[in-house]
């Protein structure tokens, strides 16, 4: 029973803490990571409410420390998708039909149980199992996914209130239903807050959901599983397996009460997947809805107007912080030649400052990539150029996984707009950057925009602004976050709604209410006060 109508105004995002030196977060953060670090735990799988062991043991070592165990999951299998499927269908309908404010207010508990009890646990979750410097967790595994969880809630009120116009006699609305079936979401390592939005977006939606997070963010996706039963999410709404791509594909995407994907992860996995779903669309009651956050390629231009200073610090930071594994870091730059000799000077000499090493360390700004099979790919492009004789690597190349997967922040200079390395998504510390003649803006443009088949973020380094207005324009379907006068990375929950097109995505921005409307499916009713109770018209008559 509704006895009122409940508003849930626009928040503020949450305050990014400093952790500074005698700062009380930083002394409590360190306690934190010491205690998630004393004793190996076992992560079960969440079905249905119930805590589900596999037997099937996996461990967990954080990339920096590769002789350390951190934990071990415990790895499913087909029937445990099919367990997961089963478990969300029986609470569908008692999710469904839970009033607005009650869901809502399960998301906001949860929101300040991050924010206050489980902030260094979830932060020291993502800097252990994902190797994030202290910022980086915080502004990921804190504050983001803080901030989705809240702004979500305003968001979804807002499209509750959208409403028909009536005429006399009749009153219209709409009702703005959960999808039928099962949401499927798939979450990748590299942002703890997007291996909580994506299945949280559509269950606040009234849907029920199985989570597969990636192998390599387990630890703090368990970790999100708590805080949300904590919160008081009833058993079923979401599921939380841990399965290997194919498996999960084979009986999810066969399933007849499948009604969507929500996914982050890479093109090639995703274009499969929408060939699948495809093939199978048959089998499904409705049609599926299909989100995707895919690959990137992103790029920042800079104008021979730009402050060689705003550039170095857009390249350092854009391309190496949480070691370019970052949807949206630079990867690719176009230098003008009035600039570029003292840009790349004074990169490398930045680039020199930086120190590598473990998380705990919170001077370090390098830390590990994830594991080795991304080490390897890395660095199997850090060693073709070593042996190409047109590109020149100006900073960084050295590597070493002995202790954890480190990898220097490397720089390779090209005389090739369209060299492998200014092309391929690489995830990872390597920027390349090509110099271009400073008086052919305008061509350089049309190189950035043909270069790479994604289209996620991109920025514009300039004080001319006829140079900002025209790469704003020849730029327009190269990026989905456009930046000017900035890094392409740092979207903020409610400021710069997230997402790209092309090979990026089908650009249903997390972080705005376009996202949710994909978890909805609409009704409308017309309800007639006074109803005909003749078939004929005016019309009709002869005179």
């Known amino acids: 029973?509704?006895?009122?109508?409940?508003?849930?105004?626009?928040?503020?995002?949450?305050?990014?803490?400093?952790?500074?030196?005698?700062?009380?977060?930083?002394?409590?953060?360190?306690?934190?990571?010491?205690?998630?670090?004393?004793?190996?735990?076992?992560?079960?799988?969440?079905?249905?409410?119930?805590?589900?062991?596999?037997?099937?043991?996996?461990?967990?070592?954080p990339p920096h420390e590769i002789a350390h165990t951190l934990a071990y999951f415990h790895a499913g299998e087909q029937k445990h998708v099919t367990q997961a499927i089963d478990a969300a269908m029986n609470a569908k309908e008692s999710w469904g039909a839970m009033p607005w404010e009650e869901r809502a207010h399960i998301f906001l508990k949860a929101?300040?149980?991050?924010?206050?009890?489980?902030?260094?646990?979830?932060?020291?979750?993502?800097?252990?199992?994902?190797?994030?410097?202290?910022?980086?967790?915080?502004?990921?595994?804190?504050?983001?996914?803080?901030?989705?969880?809240?702004?979500?809630?305003h968001f979804l009120s807002e499209i509750y209130k959208q409403q028909p116009v009536s005429s006399p006699g009749v009153h219209n609305r709409m009702e703005w239903r959960p999808l039928e079936g099962f949401v499927l979401a798939i979450t990748p390592f590299n942002f703890t807050a997007i291996g909580g939005n994506l299945p949280t977006s559509a269950a606040m939606c009234g849907n029920v959901v199985v989570w597969k997070p990636a192998n390599t963010q387990v630890y703090s996706a368990q970790m999100f599983m708590k805080i949300l039963k904590e919160a008081g999410l009833p058993d079923g709404v979401i599921n939380l397996i841990y399965v290997d791509g194919p498996t999960i594909g084979k009986v999810c995407f066969a399933h007849p009460d499948f009604g969507g994907v929500h996914f982050t992860g890479s093109t090639g996995v995703f274009n499969n997947m929408w060939k699948t779903i495809g093939e199978n669309v048959h089998q499904y009651k409705t049609y599926p809805r299909i989100v995707g956050e895919t690959g990137g390629k992103d790029f920042v231009v800079i104008h021979r107007t730009a402050d060689?200073?705003?550039?170095?610090?857009?390249?350092?930071?854009?391309?190496?912080e949480f070691q370019g594994q970052k949807c949206s870091a630079a990867s690719r730059?176009?230098?003008?030649?009035?600039?570029?000799?003292?840009?790349?000077?004074?990169?490398?000499?930045?680039?020199?400052?930086?120190?590598?090493?473990?998380?705990?360390?919170?001077s370090n700004f390098i830390n590990a990539v994830i594991d080795e099979k991304s080490f390897d790919n890395i660095t199997s492009y850090i060693d073709k150029a070593k042996k190409d004789k047109k590109v020149n690597i100006i900073a960084g190349g050295k590597y070493n996984k002995k202790e954890g997967y480190f990898i220097e922040p490397t720089v390779i200079e090209t005389k090739d707009p369209r060299y492998v390395t200014m092309c391929e998504e690489i995830f990872g510390p390597v920027l390349t950057i090509y110099v271009y003649d400073e008086s052919e803006f305008?061509?350089?443009?049309?190189?950035?925009?043909?270069?790479?088949?994604?289209?996620?973020?991109?920025?514009?380094?300039?004080?001319?602004?006829?140079?900002?207005?025209?790469?704003?324009?020849?730029?327009?379907?190269?990026?989905?976050?456009?930046?000017?006068?900035?890094?392409?990375?740092?979207?903020?929950?409610?400021?710069?709604?997230?997402?790209?097109?092309?090979?990026?995505?089908?650009?249903?921005?997390?972080?705005?209410?376009?996202n949710l409307y994909r978890w909805l499916s609409a009704r409308t009713i017309k309800e007639t006060f006074n109803p005909a109770v003749d078939y004929r018209y005016p019309f009709l008559n002869e005179a």
């Open 1 to 61: 029973m509704n006895l009122g109508y409940f508003d849930y105004p626009l928040p503020i995002n949450e305050p990014v803490l400093s952790y500074a030196p005698g700062s009380p977060e930083r002394a409590k953060q360190k306690q934190v990571l010491a205690e998630l670090k004393k004793k190996p735990i076992e992560i079960p799988m969440y079905i249905g409410g119930k805590a589900v062991k596999s037997g099937n043991k996996k461990s967990i070592h």
């Open 111 to 153: 929101a300040d149980l991050l924010a206050t009890k489980y902030r260094a646990y979830i932060n020291g979750a993502t800097m252990l199992g994902q190797s994030k410097s202290v910022y980086q967790a915080e502004i990921d595994s804190a504050c983001e996914l803080i901030d989705f969880l809240r702004f979500n809630v």
């Open 308 to 320: 060689p200073d705003v550039a170095v610090a857009a390249l350092a930071r854009g391309a190496f």
């Open 333 to 362: 730059a176009y230098l003008p030649s009035n600039l570029a000799e003292e840009i790349k000077t004074k990169l490398i000499s930045e680039l020199k400052t930086m120190k590598m090493g473990t998380v705990e360390d919170f």
């Open 442 to 514: 305008e061509k350089i443009l049309g190189i950035v925009d043909t270069t790479s088949p994604y289209a996620l973020t991109g920025s514009i380094l300039a004080k001319d602004r006829n140079a900002v207005k025209l790469a704003t324009e020849k730029l327009r379907n190269a990026a989905g976050n456009f930046y000017i006068n900035d890094k392409p990375t740092g979207a903020v929950v409610g400021q710069q709604p997230f997402g790209g097109a092309r090979g990026s995505g089908t650009n249903d921005k997390a972080g705005s209410m376009i």
